[in-house]
């Protein structure tokens, strides 16, 4: 078991324990769990909204414990160590007994860092690592714990709060606690036991012979509620098979639908090939056909030479005679 000294510790060891209340910023208490629960013997629907001092405390305060009940009641800044001395009532005996309650009041500028500390709160570690986790994470809280812990008053004017947290723990033997709890740790073990068996036990369905039942009405029923629980199995079955039939007959329809498409490609690129084939041999046959009318005209134009030739010497020969 891990032991500390120091007041810190202890203070977080008590807050990790579950001992401590909220209040809000008008004073009335906002959370309420098992420990204050068991100690002043109300459920949470009889604290909730209640002001921590008029409904928990009996007796006389002292002067730093009416500080802080003006403080949670109106805000006034107190003037006192934030670790005080009260006494407090368990309603079912209607006994008084002395508790210790430290004050650390929130910040509004704070609200979240407390908020972050009360969710880490829920870990379930051993507690010399739940204490290292809370000192090395939420420095904003311990900060202000260690404040409220310090024998030296705090300066509280000067900000608002958000609410406050108030960590308590009895200065007195509180049988009834101890007996509350082991009450407690009972029924949840029976209830875990109750639980436990419930799913190890399967239901064995129909048993037994012929010969057992008391007639053939039995046997006719216990036949039939067999029947039923075969159709309701198959039932389930179907129910089941449903959804996998409509995948299939979506997927069957998707591959019908792609076949087509590949189809209509090839047929396109196939009327595209015999497009790009007539145009070839268009191309080709106009290109002889240039050959050809290229060869007339060079014959036609030789011709034309030769006879302008001829042309000319017979003219020369005339002009020399």
Not at 32 to 54: M, V
Not at 291 to 312: N, P
Request: hydrophobic fraction near 45%; avoid cysteine.
């Amino acid at each position: 078991m891990f032991v500390s000294d120091d007041p810190l510790d202890v203070l977080l060891k008590q807050i990790i324990g579950g001992w401590f209340i909220l209040t809000d910023g008008q004073g009335a208490i906002s959370k309420w769990g098992e420990p204050a629960e068991i100690l002043f013997g109300k459920d949470a629907p009889e604290a909730l909204g209640h002001p921590f001092f008029e409904h928990l405390l009996a007796g006389p305060l002292t002067d730093d414990a009416e500080q802080w009940r003006r403080f949670l009641a109106a805000g006034d800044p107190p003037r006192a160590r934030a670790l005080v001395e009260v006494g407090a009532r368990h309603t079912p005996t209607d006994t008084v007994f002395p508790l210790e309650a430290v004050f650390v009041p929130v910040k509004l500028d704070e609200g979240f860092d407390f908020s972050l500390f009360l969710e880490d709160l829920s870990f379930d570690l051993p507690m010399n690592l739940m204490l290292a986790r809370m000192r090395q994470q939420h420095p904003v809280v311990v900060r202000a714990m260690r404040a409220a812990i310090d024998e030296e008053p705090q300066d509280w004017g000067g900000w608002r709060t958000a609410g406050t947290m108030i960590a308590f723990r009895p200065l007195a033997l509180t049988p009834w606690v101890e007996q509350e709890l082991i009450r407690r740790e009972q029924e949840r073990a029976r209830q875990d036991a109750e639980r436990e068996e419930a799913m190890t036990v399967l239901d064995p369905g129909p048993q037994g012979e012929v010969g057992d039942l008391d007639d053939a009405a039995a046997v006719i029923a216990r036949l039939l509620s067999a029947v039923e629980r075969i159709d309701e199995l198959e039932r389930k079955g179907e129910a089941r098979s449903a959804p996998d039939a409509v995948a299939e007959r979506q997927r069957l329809a998707l591959e019908a639908r792609l076949e087509r498409l590949e189809q209509a490609r090839q047929e396109t690129a196939a009327e595209a090939e015999l497009k790009l084939t007539a145009a070839l041999a268009e191309a080709t046959a106009a290109r002889t056909e240039v050959k050809s009318r290229l060869a007339e005209l060079e014959v036609v134009g030789g011709d034309a030479a030769e006879a302008a030739h001829a042309a000319l010497e017979a003219e020369l020969e005339r002009l020399r005679a």
